[in-house]
């Protein structure tokens, strides 16, 4: 069964540091999600692409936070520095056409 | 501003009740799914639902869409153990031809043998 792929699963980095997680979407997918998730909260979306472009990064903390999906398939959301408020799960769903979101298992991610 | 409402946000019941949780928003959605995450996991679909006053079913599970495509609801008939976990509403909002999907922040459901 295809399944979205994330890596790392879990990330411990220390506050000011550099992070970045991977996707790797279903195959066919054009439609890319990352998502932040904070336990007890619904996913918050952070940035959504369309195949390489992005159609929606409103709430994606620019001064800190990117994504990029140079060729249209897997994608990296970085974040540099990092601080202790990011603590979070970051999840990565795709979607072939439509709302229809299949997620990954998630990066959870402690700053310390 | 908190588009989608969850409620209620805990429940804890017995095995073999039933029990209904509820979506609900002043937006329109072109349509609402409805996700089940377990801790550490990712959430999983259960359904979409598009048509204003459409129903589905999934074996317990009863889903309904508002009229007004404002609201859904979840039912679970004769709850069981494996039911537990975090049941999301996400809704569709049509923006620039693209679906912008707006998550509730779940209901958290255990049962208990």
């Known amino acids: 069964e295809a399944e979205v792929a994330q890596s790392p699963r879990y990330k411990i980095t220390e506050k000011s540091q550099a992070v970045a997680f991977w996707c790797d979407p279903i195959?066919?997918?054009?439609?890319l999600y990352w998502y932040r998730q904070i336990l007890g909260q619904g996913p918050e979306l952070l940035v959504q692409?369309?195949?390489?472009?992005?159609?929606?990064d409103s709430q994606l903390p620019k001064d800190r936070f990117s994504a990029e999906r140079l060729k249209g398939v897997d994608s990296t959301l970085k974040i540099q520095p990092a601080e202790l408020g990011d603590s979070a799960m970051y999840l990565c769903?795709?979607?072939?056409?439509?709302?229809?979101?299949?997620f990954g298992q998630g990066t959870r991610l402690t700053v310390v | 501003t908190q588009l989608l409402e969850q409620s209620p946000q805990f429940l804890s019941i017995q095995e073999g009740e039933n029990l209904t949780v509820y979506c609900n928003s002043s937006?329109?959605?072109?349509?609402l799914q409805w996700y089940r995450q377990e801790p550490g996991e990712g959430p999983v679909l259960l359904v979409t639902?598009?048509?204003?006053?459409e129903v589905k079913k999934l074996k317990r599970l009863t889903f309904q869409f508002g009229d007004a495509r404002k609201d859904s609801s979840l039912h679970i008939t004769a709850a069981q153990p494996g039911d537990t976990g975090l049941y999301l509403c996400?809704?569709?909002?049509?923006?620039?031809?693209?679906?912008?999907?707006?998550f509730g922040k779940g209901t958290r459901l255990h049962i208990l043998p």
């Open positions: 769903a795709s979607s072939l056409h439509g709302p229809d979101a299949f």
């Open positions: 195959s066919g997918h054009a439609t």
């Open positions: 692409f369309q195949d390489e472009s992005v159609v929606d």
């Open positions: 937006s329109v959605f072109s349509s």
């Open positions: 639902v598009v048509t204003g006053g």
């Open positions: 996400a809704g569709a909002l049509e923006v620039n031809r693209d679906d912008k999907i707006i």
